[in-house]
C-alpha cells in the first residue's frame, strides 16, 4: 500500500507560479509510474501529466504544456509538479497518482491505483 501525500498548493495571482509536491509514505516511488490529475467545481477529474518510473519519459495534457513540467527524485520518493504562468482556468484541486501501467499508456484516472487527499490551488484574475 503507497500513501501519497500532496503539498504546495494555494493562492497565486495569474501568471505566478506553483510547486507541487507529492511524497510518498513508503520513501519510494521507482516501481510506478506517476501522475498528476486535477479537479475544478462541476468538472470531471483530468489528466495533468504523467512520467515513467525512470522520469526519462514525461507526458502532458495540452492544456498545460509547455506552461507545466513534471519530474521526480526516486532517491526520496518525491514527484513535483511546476506550475508556471498561471491561468483562472488552472484553479483545481490537484491529486498525484501512481500506477504499475505504463507512462505510455496511463492517461485517465482508473488506470491509477494509488491517491493522494488532494492540494487545492486557486489562480485568481
Known amino acids: 500500500q503507497v500513501q501519497l501525500v500532496e503539498s504546495g498548493g494555494g493562492l497565486v495571482q495569474a501568471g505566478g507560479s506553483l510547486r507541487l509536491s507529492c511524497a510518498a509514505s513508503?520513501?519510494?516511488?521507482?516501481?510506478?509510474?506517476m501522475g498528476w490529475f486535477r479537479q475544478a467545481p462541476g468538472k470531471e477529474r483530468e489528466f495533468v501529466a504523467a512520467?515513467?518510473?525512470?522520469?526519462?519519459?514525461?507526458y502532458y495534457a495540452v492544456s498545460v504544456k509547455g506552461r507545466f513540467t513534471i519530474s521526480r527524485d526516486n532517491a526520496i520518493g518525491t514527484v513535483y509538479l511546476q506550475m508556471n504562468s498561471l491561468k483562472p482556468e488552472d484553479t483545481a484541486v490537484y491529486y498525484c497518482?501512481?500506477?504499475?501501467?505504463?507512462?505510455?499508456?496511463?492517461?485517465?484516472?482508473?488506470?491509477?491505483?494509488?491517491w493522494g487527499q488532494g492540494t487545492q490551488v486557486t489562480v485568481s484574475s
Open positions: 512520467i515513467s518510473r525512470s522520469g526519462g519519459m514525461t
Open positions: 513508503e520513501g519510494t516511488t521507482s516501481s510506478y509510474t
Open positions: 497518482a501512481a500506477t504499475l501501467s505504463s507512462v505510455l499508456t496511463a492517461r485517465k484516472d482508473y488506470d491509477y491505483v494509488y
